[in-house]
């Protein structure tokens, strides 16, 4: 079926050439007969399910909201209609006969300066029409040449990205318990990181490594997949031949694995959030933001397991820019004694790397428009606790830490400011209103309605602000943390220890109880078989169930940013790395990579959001249905396209929880 004429009247375009197309062939560019000058050379790169040109950009993509430039939009049309053309006269067009072909402005994920006009084409893939995609960019790519050869406008300008449905389709993945392969897996795991590590396109790069049943809906008949993450140094150009040696490999080691299936893509999982120091529009007005930062009701006092917090300062980002020092979760209090103290002392226990905002050396860097952790001053004290870890008798002056955070003490008071601005400016308009007409009873009613928000809202800011000024918002001082280096040994493999302990001020330490019955059914309503009932208002406990294979248990979480959630264990563990401590992998040798559990999300909660965690999560304690603590929950990462808000990683307690008689 050939597509219509072009619109604006160009007409049928001629198919240029000296040469015949024998049957069979593959359709290049080739000399223009009209004037005898040549083509351009159009270098396409492929990858699995994938090709491009002129670059082959790291995915994800959004649509830019720049407008495109005038000489493309002038002439949208015809470009679309000539890369469908193309694309049928070499038969790659989707099941149902049609080609998704749009011409938009696209941008890399949070990097608007990326942004450029591209050919967005969705087609299916299969190794034997690689030449074929590449052919067929290659004919689009001479077709723009020949559009803008005579006018100012660099035809390169416009990139040809083309993927495959399986790039972009909604991803569905769970649990692997297949018995041949869980009990082989840590095994083949560390194949695959040693075939990684081999080669240059994905050496050094490796964030995780999963076994999932991935694909679609129907999640249990999906094929078991192994799921690859990689940094986005890592070169995509190279993951066929990667693929390929993997698969060999561990095909080779056990025949089990030759049917299974391979995924990898550039994931480096959630990123540890930092704000600005006043929150922009953009996000006052964003209802995901305003549900995790904007704090209801009065400051409370009493600090309990899940409560957020942050360190006392603020980062001067690389580029200048002033930012709050980001948020983490309280997970329980716990009490200890040392050799210089043998006094049981109370400390509140959350992760090492929420706490490092608070270590002078720590420093931000702006990728694209987010903001990450760079690697720490040299010599500075980030610098050495990262690789030493923290002590009492260390040397190290960290800043203290405040519950409510300065991130969400700021984003609130943002948010009600916002509000009263707002509110006056519906008053004003209403006042007008009310000078036209000559009586309105209920109009005079909603500016009294708006007058006693705005007097409300102008009287929480003033408690809050009173709460911060007074110093009631101070939490207390680092105690003790691990640092990066640490690992702990289970068997064969080594676990992450991503610990720190802060010294709490007697007056905010509360109790260990756990949320109500109340809090669960208003979190998950209806669904009283998945809720924690023997948790209800009790306190933390000593792990009674062994986490490892056959523990089969739904597990739950308390965090700073999501609450309450229920997650379901995988038995099968997963290698990691987390970007933010790369700079320590020099000096820890093989010991680097850790292998963790893997939680993911169960049920959809009462928003709709099928989650277990998010970016402030991190320190919370993850625990069983009798309350038995199970590690602090670390990091999070989603897949690209699936349809939850991603899975969860969990750090090992050494020595496991030994409860607080505190409590």
């Known amino acids: 079926m050939e597509p219509p004429n072009p619109p604006g009247?160009?007409?049928?375009?001629?198919?240029?050439?000296?040469?015949?197309?024998?049957?069979?062939?593959l359709l290049t560019p080739s000399a223009t007969e009209s004037s005898g000058e040549s083509d351009p050379v159009i270098t396409v790169?492929?990858?699995?399910?994938?090709?491009?040109?002129?670059?082959?950009?790291?995915?994800?993509?959004?649509?830019?909201?720049?407008?495109?430039?005038?000489?493309?939009?002038?002439?949208?049309?015809?470009?679309?209609?000539?890369?469908?053309?193309i694309l049928r006269e070499h038969r790659l067009f989707n099941d149902n006969g049609y080609d998704d072909v749009e011409l938009i402005h696209q941008q890399m994920a949070s990097q608007p300066c990326t942004s450029v006009p591209t050919i967005a084409i969705n087609v299916p893939w299969s190794e034997d029409k690689k030449r074929l995609w590449e052919s067929a960019i290659q004919g689009i790519a001479v077709e723009l040449y020949k559009m803008y050869k005579d006018s100012d406008f660099n035809y390169e300008d416009i990139h040809i990205d083309m993927q495959s449905p399986e790039l972009t389709q909604t991803i569905y993945y769970g649990p692997v318990n297949r018995e041949s392969l869980c009990r082989t897996w840590d095994t083949i795991r560390e194949i695959v990181y040693q075939r990684l590590e081999s080669f240059k396109a994905t050496a050094g790069c490796m964030t995780s490594i999963c076994l999932f049943n991935y694909g679609l809906q129907d999640i249990d008949n999906n094929p078991p997949t192994i799921y690859i993450a990689v940094d986005y140094k890592s070169s995509e150009i190279g993951w066929s031949q990667v693929v390929n040696d993997i698969k060999s490999n561990i095909s080779r080691h056990n025949r089990e694995w030759a049917g299974v299936n391979m995924h990898i893509e550039h994931n480096v999982g959630m990123n540890y959030g930092y704000d600005y120091l006043e929150p922009t529009s953009d996000e006052i007005n964003n209802e995901d933001a305003k549900k995790n930062k904007f704090v209801t009701g009065d400051y409370q006092q009493i600090i309990k397991p899940g409560d957020e917090f942050g360190a006392e300062t603020y980062i001067v980002r690389s580029d200048g820019v002033k930012e709050t020092a980001g948020v983490g979760t309280i997970g329980c209090f716990v009490e200890i004694k040392?050799?210089?103290n043998p006094t049981w002392?109370?400390?509140?226990?959350?992760?090492?790397?929420?706490?490092?905002?608070?270590?002078?050396?720590?420093?931000?860097?702006?990728?694209?428009?987010e903001t990450k952790p760079a690697p720490p001053e040299l010599n500075s004290d980030c610098w050495r606790v990262d690789l030493e870890g923290y002590f009492p008798t260390h040397n190290a002056q960290p800043v203290s830490f405040g519950s409510p955070s300065r991130t969400r003490h700021n984003f609130t008071l943002g948010y009600l400011k916002n509000s009263i601005k707002e509110d006056n400016q519906v008053i004003e308009d209403l006042k007008v209103k009310l000078q036209t007409a000559k009586s309105n009873r209920s109009t005079q009613k909603t500016i009294e309605r708006l007058q006693e928000s705005i007097q409300k809202a102008r009287s929480q800011g003033q408690q809050k602000d009173a709460f911060f000024n007074d110093g009631k918002h101070v939490l207390g001082t680092l105690f003790a943390a691990s640092g990066y280096k640490r690992r702990a040994s289970h068997g064969s493999f080594k676990m992450r220890l991503d610990w720190a302990l802060i010294n709490v001020h007697g007056n905010r330490q509360g109790p260990n109880i756990l949320p109500s019955g109340e809090a669960w059914e208003r979190k998950y309503p209806g669904r009283h078989l998945a809720q924690p009932t023997r948790t209800f208002d009790e306190s933390l406990q000593r792990q009674s169930n062994p986490f490892g294979p056959g523990f089969n248990s739904l597990v739950f979480k308390v965090g700073g940013t999501t609450g309450l959630t229920i997650g379901k264990y995988h038995r099968t563990k997963s290698s990691c790395t987390m970007a933010e401590d790369a700079h320590v992998k020099r000096f820890m040798a093989k010991d680097y990579e850790s292998t963790e559990y893997v939680v993911q999300p169960v049920l959809m909660d009462s928003d709709g959001q099928l989650k277990f965690c998010a970016h402030g999560d991190s320190g919370s304690v993850v625990f069983d249905r009798d309350g038995g603590v199970l590690g602090l929950f670390f990091r999070g990462s989603k897949p690209r396209n699936s349809a939850d808000a991603g899975y969860g990683h969990h750090s090992v307690l050494k020595g496991g929880y030994n409860g607080d008689s505190g409590s």
């Open 45 to 85: 790169l492929s990858a699995r399910y994938r090709a491009a040109w002129p670059q082959l950009r790291p995915r994800p993509f959004e649509w830019s909201q720049t407008a495109l430039p005038t000489p493309v939009e002038k002439r949208r049309g015809e470009i679309e209609w000539q890369a469908r053309r």
């Open 345 to 369: 002392t109370r400390y509140a226990l959350t992760n090492y790397h929420t706490v490092r905002s608070a270590l002078p050396g720590f420093r931000l860097e702006l990728v694209g428009d």
């Open 9 to 25: 009247g160009h007409g049928h375009p001629s198919r240029s050439g000296p040469n015949k197309q024998r049957p069979g062939d």
């Open 338 to 340: 040392t050799k210089n």
